[in-house]
């Protein structure tokens, strides 16, 4: 913790207490900040309350008590409640309080949300995340924001303690589209991780130590190192739910339409997670996409 003081530092909320919310709120009571945090179902901030936060009745009660309100719910429609519902983030907030929206939503739901928060003082970044439940918990969390520079400015030590890389990326809503093409890519990956996954089991190799070489390659990548083995176990532990990311495949596809943009693999591996989803799975980890492929393999 730096040497600035508990009293002088910001009060922080943290709406959204969810696998990737309770790591990341933990790590900011950790840190030393004046905390109130909320969950929609109760029961999730006992931890929370013993590293000396305070549990709020509601998001306009954790308003009352919070300069910088942090929310990280599933998707636009939760935000949407969070913020401006019966006793909503916006019956509490005050003039002057930062939103720090982490959850992945459309940009054009998330400047809707700034603009109406706008009309009542209250300033909003969106800051979507990636780095799975690994990253949060250890705090390396990847954060894309979009929103004004000062905005930024004034959250930006806050979201180092949940962070390790930071990047302001524009305008508000220019962090969901970053988020967007970040899921994207992983669709990409994680299909390619499962292809020569189950190749390697289907030739009968040694596919741990396949793997293990692979990874110091051009072929190595966060997933190889971090989600081949789940693949080669057929177990798929969570990380971060195979439905969240079809979600947010949904908003990659959606933005495509509107910027005249063709990607056939991310649509494959949407209809792929559509299946896995089908078929009781949606809580697995999204690596859980080598499903379809170890199937179609006959493994």
């Known amino acids: 913790m730096s040497s600035t003081t508990t009293t002088s530092m910001e009060r922080l909320g943290f709406a959204g207490l969810g696998t990737m919310g ?44 919070s300069d910088i309100i942090f929310t990280c719910v599933t998707d636009s429609p939760q935000v949407e409640s969070v913020l401006f519902g019966p006793n909503g983030v916006a019956e ?6 930062l939103v720090v929206d982490c959850s992945t939503i459309s940009p054009t739901r998330a400047r809707d949300f700034a603009n109406k928060l706008g009309e009542i003082g209250v300033d909003m970044l969106d800051a979507p995340v990636s780095g799975g439940s690994e990253g949060a918990r250890l705090a390396t969390l990847t954060i894309m924001v979009g929103g004004a520079p000062e905005h930024f400015e004034r959250a930006s030590a806050v979201l180092a303690k949940v962070g390790r890389k930071i990047s302001h990326l524009g305008p508000l809503g220019a962090g969901q ?37 692979l990874a110091g390659g051009a072929a190595g990548s966060w997933v190889l190192e ?74």
């Open 226 to 299: 971090n989600r081949s083995g789940r693949m080669i176990d057929d177990d798929y532990p969570i990380g971060f739910k195979i439905v969240l990311h079809r979600k947010d495949l949904g908003i990659g596809l959606e933005l495509a339409r509107e910027v005249g943009a063709v990607l056939p693999v991310t649509a494959l591996a949407a209809a792929f997670e559509d299946g896995i989803i089908a078929q009781g799975h949606g809580d697995d980890d999204n690596s859980a996409l080598a499903r379809s492929i170890r199937k179609l393999s006959g493994l």
């Open 177 to 213: 589209w970053a988020k967007a093409v970040n899921q994207v890519i992983l669709a990409g990956t994680y299909l390619g991780v499962a292809e020569g996954v189950t190749l390697a089991i289907k030739a009968g190799l040694d596919v741990p130590k396949v793997m293990e070489a």
């Open 92 to 97: 509490g907030a005050h003039r002057g309080s």
């Open 22 to 65: 309770s790591y990341m709120a933990a790590n900011l009571a950790r840190a030393g900040y004046p905390m109130t945090v909320w969950n929609r179902t109760p029961g999730r901030a006992k931890e929370l309350v013993e590293l000396g936060a305070r549990e709020a009745t509601s998001p306009a009660d954790l308003a009352r008590s």
